[in-house]
């Protein structure tokens, strides 16, 4: 594609916003069509993103006639619909996680991109994040040795009410589970990026705010092919102070590394060489470890700059909906095994 793209969005919430101004910082692209069940959001959203008010348009299927390349960030039932009539059009389209509220679902969708051959990317955005980047290339450098365990814990306040006020994550009909899916599906994948493919789940969850079908709480045991374990403990809770926060921990036979935050740290290594004394602790933390990330794989920052660049490549795009595949094999299995009393479930 040559000239700037023409950029669509389809929800126009925090998550949409967040996306919008990824496109801006890019460059290259314009905004160019808006919708949103709220049409005072979307006007808003269209004069903040430099899109302005002739922008807001009437369907979603305006917005996938009018762009070249179309966000999806609706609640989680919409995704299936929405991102088949993006591919349908034979148009690139990103879409939000997780993808759909099934695996099922989430399986039809990769397919139907996978057909269309049109590029795709899911906003597990935390692979572009220089903490868990410099975390996978330490725990994945062989001087480590074989990671044997990983703890990953995950917490945030409940996010319909503070700065998220995503009130429908209260309807399973549209969230389609808790805090499991719709949020630590992001960790799911960041533990198989860490450890190799997943042979074994197990989970136990809690309703505690009593939401029919919306998890709060999840304690999930997870086994690598590799014999690595992990435990994962994801908790949505109602201290307003603490929005989402991440406390990573990865035992290697000669390492330890720790994470604390999302994505600009701090980070520490503590390693034992095969010879000599030990080496001390290493630690980063902000712009330092941002360029330690990227001078490990050339990546940036910023994942929607990545996918547009793989639109005008006309390539594939990181990570697509065959990375988020492989994460929401995991919580359908953590949530099946739930539902059987924590009783293992192999895949």
Avoid at 94 to 117: D, H, I, Q, W, Y
Avoid at 204 to 219: F, K, N, P, T, V
Wanted: hydrophobic content about 45%; overall charge negative; aromatic content about 6%.
């Amino acid at each position: 594609m040559t000239g700037n793209l023409r950029v669509g969005f389809i929800g126009c919430g925090l998550i949409g916003r967040s996306h919008a101004r990824g496109v801006q910082a890019a460059g290259g692209a314009d905004i160019v069509a808006v919708h949103d069940l709220d049409p005072a959001r979307a006007a808003a959203f269209a004069t903040d993103h430099g899109a302005g008010p002739g922008a807001v348009v009437a369907s979603a299927e305006a917005v996938i006639e009018a762009a070249d390349v179309v966000y999806v960030c609706t609640w989680t039932a919409e995704h299936p619909a929405l991102v088949a009539a993006v591919a349908a059009a034979g148009k690139p389209v990103f879409c939000e996680k997780p993808l759909a509220t099934s695996l099922e679902a989430a399986n039809a969708m990769t397919a139907a991109v996978t057909r269309a051959g049109v590029t795709n990317q899911v906003g597990l955005v935390l692979r572009n994040s220089p903490s868990f980047r410099w975390l996978q290339h330490q725990a994945t450098d062989p001087g480590a040795g074989p990671v044997m365990n990983v703890v990953f814990r995950d917490d945030q306040y409940l996010p319909v009410q503070g700065l998220y006020g995503s009130t429908w994550r209260a309807d399973k009909a549209k969230a389609g589970a808790g805090t499991l899916l719709e949020h630590s599906i992001h960790d799911l994948d960041l533990l198989r990026w860490l450890m190799g493919p997943i042979r074994s789940v197990s989970a136990r969850m809690r309703c505690l705010h009593g939401l029919d079908g919306i998890d709060d709480q999840a304690s999930v045991l997870l086994e690598a092919e590799s014999g690595a374990q992990a435990t994962l403990t994801s908790v949505w809770h109602d201290v307003l102070s603490r929005p989402s926060q991440r406390r990573v921990e990865v035992f290697c036979q000669r390492a330890v590394f720790a994470l604390e935050g999302d994505w600009s740290g701090p980070v520490s290594a503590e390693r034992q060489p095969a010879e000599g004394p030990a080496g001390g602790v290493e630690s980063l933390q902000g712009p330092a470890l941002g360029q330690a990330a990227e001078r490990l794989d050339g990546l940036g920052q910023n994942p929607d700059a990545a996918f547009l660049d793989a639109v005008r490549r006309g390539g594939p795009a990181y990570p697509d909906f065959a990375v988020a595949l492989e994460a929401h094999r995991l919580a359908d299995a953590a949530y099946r095994s739930a539902a059987a009393d924590g009783t293992p479930v192999r895949l």
